[in-house]
C-alpha cells in the first residue's frame, strides 16, 4: 500500500517560511553591515575575510532562528503539534493484539554480554505492559565475522535462553540471525530480514547495539502506527545515557540541555516530511522494503559507491513512496550511548563525514520532496561549515596581524562606528541564542529544572560546559574541515565496530592521533607572537589554548573516576540521574555483575520438543529457520 506524495499544504507552508525568511533576513543584515563596518574591500585577501564572514553567518543565523523557532513552539505547545504526537499523549502502553511488531537489535563485532544485557532488560520491561508476550518478537541480527566474538554472542543468547526459560509467561520471544553475508552493512542486514521475515511482521522497531528502549514506550508507537495508517515511520529523539566518563557525563548533560528546543523545531516546519535516523524508530515492514532500496552512487568511494550514512536516504525514498514520517519530540523511555572520550567521537565524526557528502550524489534522486532534500542538505552544509570556519579564522588573522585592527575576526566588536556596534550585537546575539535560549527554556520550568538537579547546579554545570566547549570546538571544527578535505581528496574511510565503553585515553594515543591540532595550535601561537599585538593574542588565545591543550582534553575528559566525582558534586546531572528510569537501573546493575531479575515468578511454561523455551537460533549454517507454527 501506498499513496502519492501531497505537495506541503499552506499551513507547513507557512511554517517553513517562518523559518527560512528570518534566517536570510539576519543573514543578509549581517552581510550588509559587515560591508559598511569595513568598506569596499582593498584587496583579495579583505574580500576573502568578507565573503567567509558572510558564509559563516549565514550558516549561523540558520542555527540561531532554528532555536527561536523552537522556543516558540514549545510555547506554543499543543496548537503546533502533530496529530500523531497529541496521540501519543493519551495512547495506552499495552498490547492490542491487532499487530505484531518485531524488535531489531543490529549488531556487527559489538560486546555481546552488554548487548544481551540491553536486550533482557528491555524484555523485562515489555512484560510489564501486559500480555503474553506473542505479538512482539526481539531479533538480535548479527553482522560480526569474527569467530570468536561469534561464539560469544552465541553463548550469551544460550543464557538469555535460559533467563527465559526461568521466567512465567509475558516475555517476548527472542531470536538470533548471523549472516554469511554482510553485504550492505546494517542496511543490507535489514533489508534481508525484510525479505527473510517480513511477512510475519507488521512492524520493526530498529534499534543500534547501545539503543534501550522501555516496553511502554514500545507499546505506544505499535498503538500510534496501528491507529494511523498512512505513517510509516515514527522517529523517536534517544537522548545519551549510561556512560560514565567526564566526557559522556559532560556530553549526556549538553544534549539534554541543548536538543529540545532544535527537535521541537524540526518537527514543527518538517510536518509528514520527517526524516529517518536509524535507530529507536519503528518502521512499517512491508512498506519500507518496498520503497527504501538504496541505490548504488557512480564513481568510486568515497563520494561514490555503496551508500554510508544509509538512514537519512531510505527516509528519503520512504517518504517519496508516499508515506508520512513522523517525530515524536518529547516521547521518554528511548535512550542510546555515545562515545565516551574525544578521541572515539573523532572517528565518528571522520565516518560520519564522509557518509553525509556522500548525499550530494542523492540530493537529485527524482521524486523527493523538498523537506528530504533539505534533511539532505543540512548534513552536507553541517560539514562544510567546518572548513568555511576554519578559513575564516586563519585569513581573519592574517588581516588582522596585517592591518592592526581585528575587523571581522571579532564580529566588529573593535570598531568605532555605528555599523561596526550594529554588527557586534547581530553577531553576538545569533552565536549565543541558541545556548540562552535552551537555558532559559529550563529555567523557567520547575520541572526542567529539577530534573538538571536544582537551580544552582543547572547554572554551574551549564557555565562548566560552555568552558569546556570553548576550548573543544577548534579541535573539532579543525578535525571536520581535516575530513571535509581529505574526503574530497578521496579518503576512505573505514567503517569498523565503535568502542562503547568507558575507555580511558593513555597520553600517547591521544598525542599521535591529535598532532595535526598541535601543529595548529603551535602555528597560531608562532603567528600571534610575530604579529606582536596583545589585543589580537588575546582574542585568539583560546583558538590557540584549545588546539595546544587537545591531547590533555582528551586524556583528562576520558577519565571516568572524574565522572563520578562531578556526579557525587551534583554537576552534569540530567533526568537520568535525578528521576532514573527502571530500564536505566536494570542496565546498570547488569553492568555491574547483577543478573536482570525475571519479571514475573517461575512458573511452568510451554516448551518445544526437545525441553527447550520457546526462542530459536539461526546461524549462518541454518540460514532459514523460520518460526514454527502458533
Known amino acids: 500500500m501506498s499513496f502519492s506524495s501531497p505537495p506541503p499544504d499552506a499551513t507547513l507552508l507557512r511554517r517553513r517560511l517562518a523559518l527560512a525568511l528570518p534566517t536570510l533576513a539576519t543573514a543578509g543584515a549581517a552581510a550588509w553591515l559587515a560591508a559598511l563596518a569595513t568598506g569596499w574591500p582593498a584587496g583579495l585577501l579583505d574580500g576573502a575575510v568578507l565573503v567567509l564572514f558572510c558564509l559563516v553567518m549565514t550558516w549561523q543565523s540558520y542555527v540561531a532562528w532554528q532555536y527561536i523557532y523552537g522556543a516558540a513552539a514549545a510555547a506554543l505547545g499543543r496548537r503546533v503539534m502533530s496529530a500523531v504526537e497529541i496521540a501519543a499523549g493519551t495512547a495506552a502502553p499495552a498490547p492490542t493484539g491487532r499487530s505484531r511488531t518485531a524488535v531489531l537489535v543490529a549488531i556487527h563485532a559489538e560486546d555481546a554480554a552488554a548487548v544481551f544485557a540491553a536486550i533482557r532488560v528491555m524484555a523485562r520491561s515489555l512484560a510489564r505492559t501486559g500480555g503474553d508476550g506473542r505479538d512482539l518478537d526481539i531479533f538480535v ?26 521466567a512465567g509467561p509475558g516475555l517476548p520471544r527472542l531470536r538470533y540471525r548471523r549472516r554469511a553475508d554482510n553485504a550492505g552493512r546494517k542496511a543490507g542486514n535489514i533489508a534481508e530480514f525484510c525479505a527473510t521475515y517480513g511477512d510475519e511482521y507488521d512492524f520493526m522497531i530498529v534499534l543500534d547495539a547501545d539503543s534501550l528502549m522501555s516496553g511502554a514506550t514500545m507499546r505506544r508507537m505499535i498503538r500510534l502506527m496501528e491507529d494511523n495508517p498512512r505513517v510509516g515511520l515514527i522517529q523517536t529523539v534517544s537522548y545519551a545515557a549510561g556512560r560514565d566518563t567526564l566526557f559522556a557525563r559532560i556530553q549526556q548533560f549538553a544534549v539534554r540541555l541543548y536538543a529540545p528546543l532544535s527537535i521541537r523545531a524540526l518537527d514543527t516546519w518538517q510536518g509528514p516530511d520527517g526524516s529517518y535516523w536509524g535507530h529507536n524508530a519503528i518502521l512499517r515492514v512491508r512498506a519500507f522494503a518496498d520503497s527504501a532500496d538504496l541505490p548504488v552512487l557512480p564513481g568510486r568511494a568515497p563520494l561514490g559507491g555503496e551508500i554510508l550514512c544509509h ?16 517525530l515524536l519530540p518529547e516521547e521518554g523511555g528511548t535512550w542510546e550511548e555515545m562515545p565516551t572520550n574525544l578521541i572515539d567521537l573523532l572517528g565518528r565524526e571522520r565516518r560520519w563525514c564522509q557518509g553525509n557528502l556522500q548525499h550530494l550524489g542523492v540530493l537529485g534522486t527524482p521524486g523527493l520532496t523538498a523537506g528530504s532534500r533539505w534533511h539532505l542538505l543540512v548534513g552536507i552544509l553541517s560539514y562544510l561549515a567546518s572548513p568555511l570556519w576554519v578559513a575564516f579564522l586563519a585569513l581573519g588573522t592574517w588581516q588582522a596581524a596585517a592591518g592592526g585592527d581585528l575587523g571581522l575576526l571579532a564580529y566588529g566588536l573593535t570598531g568605532d562606528t555605528l555599523a561596526a556596534h550594529a554588527l557586534a550585537v547581530l553577531t553576538v546575539t545569533v552565536l549565543a541564542a541558541p545556548k540562552v535560549l535552551s537555558l532559559a527554556h529550563v529555567l523557567v520550568s520547575p520541572a526542567r529544572r529539577r530534573a538538571f538537579g536544582g537551580l544552582t547546579r543547572l547554572l554551574a554545570s551549564a557555565a562548566l560546559e560552555q568552558g569546556l566547549w570553548v576550548l573543544l570546538w577548534p579541535v573539532l571544527t ?15 574511510v573505514r567503517w569498523d565496530a565503535q568502542v562503547r565503553d568507558d575507555r580511558r585515553v593513555p597520553w600517547g594515543e591521544a598525542c599521535r592521533l591529535q598532532v595535526d591540532a598541535l601543529a595548529a595550535g603551535a602555528l597560531l601561537a608562532a603567528a600571534l607572537a610575530a604579529a606582536g599585538d596583545p ?48 530500564e536505566l537501573r536494570d542496565l546498570a546493575a ?12 517461575a512458573r511452568p511454561r510451554p516448551v518445544q520438543a526437545g525441553g527447550q523455551a520457546p526462542v530459536w537460533l539461526s546461524t549462518a549454517t541454518d540460514d532459514a529457520a523460520a518460526s514454527p507454527p502458533r
Do not use: H, K, Y
Open 311 to 326: 538512514d537519512t536516504v531510505e527516509g528519503a525514498l520512504f517518504r517519496r513512496a508516499g508515506w508520512e514520517l513522523r
Open 535 to 582: 589585543l589580537l593574542a588575546l582574542w585568539m588565545a583560546p583558538v590557540a589554548a584549545g588546539l595546544l591543550l587537545s591531547p590533555a582534553l582528551s586524556v583528562i575528559t576520558s577519565r571516568a573516576d572524574l565522572g563520578a566525582r562531578a556526579r557525587r558534586r551534583g554537576l552534569f546531572l540530567t533526568a537520568d540521574d535525578t528521576d532514573q528510569a527502571p
Open 478 to 492: 579543525l578535525f571536520n574541515a581535516g575530513a571535509v578535505v581529505t574526503t574530497f581528496a578521496g579518503r576512505v
Open 590 to 601: 547488569a553492568r555491574a555483575g547483577v543478573p536482570v531479575p525475571v519479571p514475573l515468578p
Open 141 to 166: 541480527l548479527s553482522d560480526t565475522r569474527d569467530p570468536a566474538i561469534a561464539a560469544a554472542e552465541e553463548r550469551e543468547f544460550a543464557r538469555a535462553q535460559a533467563w527465559c526459560g526461568a
